[in-house]
Antibody, heavy 121, light 111 residues
Framework: QVQLVQSGAEVKKPGASVKVSCKAS????????MHWVRQAPGQGLEWMGI????????SYAQKFQGRVTMTRDASTSIVYMDLSSLTSEDTAVYYC??????????????WGQGTLVIVSS | SSELTQDPAVSVALGQTVRITCQGD??????ATWYQQKPGQAPALIIY???NRPSGIPDRFSASYSGNTTSLTITAAQAEDEADYYC??????????????FGGGTRLTVL
């Protein structure tokens, strides 16, 4: 079955960067887009960006342009999300989420377990 | 702010029917997807496309559309339906076609 397993919780200081990983299994990694979505404490879901695991092309929400980098390693079926210049407002649970259908966008059938990132001095 | 608008909170009596709405210009172009999120859990997809449920999602969940609004209807709500509900869709403001937008979420209370 499809599994997305994310890296563990992180505590970072303001101004630092964080890199969260998401290891996919149970399907052909290159067939489905992957997204990153975050959720601040008590808040709603926020889409951050998308990566095409086939070629690694990306597209990011305007809010995160210049601060986020999504990459993938097709040999290990892992996608990464790197967020820089962290502030307390980046404290959130970060999820990777896979599209439901091949070439589909926006139906997130499978989710990682979430990675809590705390930004605190 | 979200470009998909949801009411922050809705309540329903046990066994009654409730409608949760999601409104936005993107819905004139793209279908919405609905998710259910319970405390401490990742969201779960419950409706996609015009009105499709993944395997395992009860048929008391359904979706409908009118103009720029989609509604998630829960018929005969159960106690276990108490959760946060989110809609999302592709973002019609983005020319690449790859961007996604979420609604702000609706907290459903089952009385």
């Amino acid at each position: 079955q499809v599994q997305l397993v994310q890296s563990g919780a992180e505590v970072k200081k303001p101004g630092a960067s964080v890199k969260v990983s998401c290891k996919a299994s149970g399907y052909t990694f290159t067939n489905y887009y992957m997204h990153w979505v975050r959720q601040a404490p008590g808040q709603g879901l926020e889409w951050m960006g998308i990566i095409n695991p086939t070629g690694g092309s990306t597209s990011y929400a305007q809010k995160f342009q210049g601060r986020v980098t999504m990459t993938r390693d097709a040999s290990t079926s892992i996608v990464y999300m790197d967020l820089s210049s962290l502030t307390s407002e980046d404290t959130a649970v970060y999820y990777c989420a896979r599209d439901r259908a091949v070439a589909g966008i926006g139906d997130f059938q499978n989710w990682g377990q979430g990675t809590l990132v705390i930004v605190s001095s | 702010s979200s470009e998909l608008t949801q009411d922050p909170a809705v309540s329903v009596a046990l066994g009654q029917t409730v409608r949760i709405t999601c409104q936005g210009d993107s819905l004139r172009t793209y279908y919405a997807t609905w998710y259910q999120q319970k405390p401490g859990q990742a969201p779960a997809l419950i409706i996609y496309g015009k009105n499709n449920r993944p395997s395992g999602i009860p048929d008391r969940f359904s979706a409908s559309y009118s103009g720029n609004t989609t509604s998630l209807t829960i018929t005969a709500a159960q106690a276990e339906d108490e959760a946060d509900y989110y809609c999302n869709s592709r973002d019609s403001r983005d020319s690449s076609g790859y961007h996604v937008v979420f609604g702000g979420g609706t907290r459903l209370t089952v009385l």
